[in-house]
Each structure stands twice: as structure tokens, then as C-alpha cells.
């Protein structure tokens, strides 16, 4: 699970481990809903994305259940800062997802690496990215959940990323 505010290389980190380990990627489903309808959203648009990720994740693992391990670029969670930013507020589906978490490890990328615009990023400050990498590694700490800070240029977060991901496979 590769996890971060934006324009943290969490889509590239995913690729990168996609090929090296030869397992499927989820994509980030936010990006497809977006590109296609717009980047404009409600929040039943942001509840419409939380349905799609769940259903692209369970899809990807129906389809590839015999891989070592699936990587997913973002899930519930990124949601769960998505809404605590945008709304100021709690959405129940995502809170009973946290009880429910049973992901093996969560890599959570760093804002260590320069913010690149894309019409649909929001937050290009670098204090408002502090933030939010904050509130990621705040509700892993908070919730028990397993992770690791995945930092540097792209060769060292994957080299990191790897490293965890053996061990986890061993």
C-alpha cells in the first residue's frame, strides 16, 4: 500500500515496484475518476471515488490472489485526509474501514521530493504538504497500522520499498 499527500511519487514508486517484482499495481483510482468527469468534484463525487477504489481493489485481488502481494497506489486512507482537509469531517464507511484494516504494510512516500503541477493537485505549498504528510503518518501512528517512511530520489525509495517488500515476503 504506497500511500502520501500528492506529488510524493507514489504512482512511480508503484510502477517501478510493478516491474521489478512482476505483480500487479491498482492505480489510483481518484486520478481516472477525475480525468473523466472533470476536475471539479462534490462530495458525492469524493464518496463515488471511495466506492470505486474498493471495487478496482477488490477486482485486482479476485484476479491476481496468487501473487506474493498486490501494491495499490493510495486507498481508503487518502480519502480519510482528503475529506479531514477539503470537509472538516468524518466519513462513517471510512471510519469502519480503519477498524477493519488488515493491509500488510503501508509505504508512506515523503514530501522530500519537489511538488510537480498537474491540473489536478491542490496543495503546492510546502507547509500545507508538511501537513498533510503529518496527518497520513498521524492516523497510521494513531490506528496501530504498519508502515514506513519511503524518502529520496526514485532509485532510493525503491530501493527502500524493495527492501521492505522482501523482507515482508520472506
Known amino acids: 500500500m504506497v500511500i502520501g499527500p500528492e506529488s510524493t511519487g507514489k504512482s512511480t514508486l508503484c510502477m517501478d515496484l510493478s516491474s521489478c517484482f512482476q505483480i500487479t499495481s491498482v492505480p489510483e483510482y481518484a486520478r481516472v475518476y477525475l480525468e473523466c468527469n472533470g476536475a471539479e468534484y462534490t462530495y ?28 495499490l497506489d493510495t486507498n481508503y486512507l487518502t480519502y480519510k485526509v482528503w ?19 488488515d493491509n500488510t504494510h503501508y509505504l ?10 498537474d491540473p489536478l493537485r491542490e496543495h503546492p505549498n510546502a507547509k500545507d504538504r508538511q501537513r498533510l504528510f503529518s496527518a497520513y503518518k498521524s492516523i497510521l501512528m494513531v490506528n496501530n497500522l504498519p508502515f514506513s517512511i519511503v524518502k529520496g530520489n526514485r532509485q532510493e525509495r525503491l530501493e527502500i520499498a524493495k527492501n521492505i517488500l522482501n523482507k515482508l515476503n520472506d
Not at 48 to 71: T, V
Not at 108 to 117: E, S
Open 44 to 71: 458525492q463525487d469524493v464518496l463515488n471515488m471511495i466506492h470505486g477504489q474498493l471495487e478496482s481493489e477488490r477486482n485486482c485481488i479476485e484476479e491476481n490472489g496468487a501473487d506474493p502481494f498486490i501494491i
Open 108 to 117: 508512506l512516500c515523503d514530501v522530500d521530493i519537489p511538488w510537480k503541477y
Open 83 to 101: 475529506i479531514q482537509e477539503k470537509y472538516k469531517r468524518e466519513e462513517p464507511l471510512i471510519e469502519e474501514l480503519l477498524k477493519v484494516d
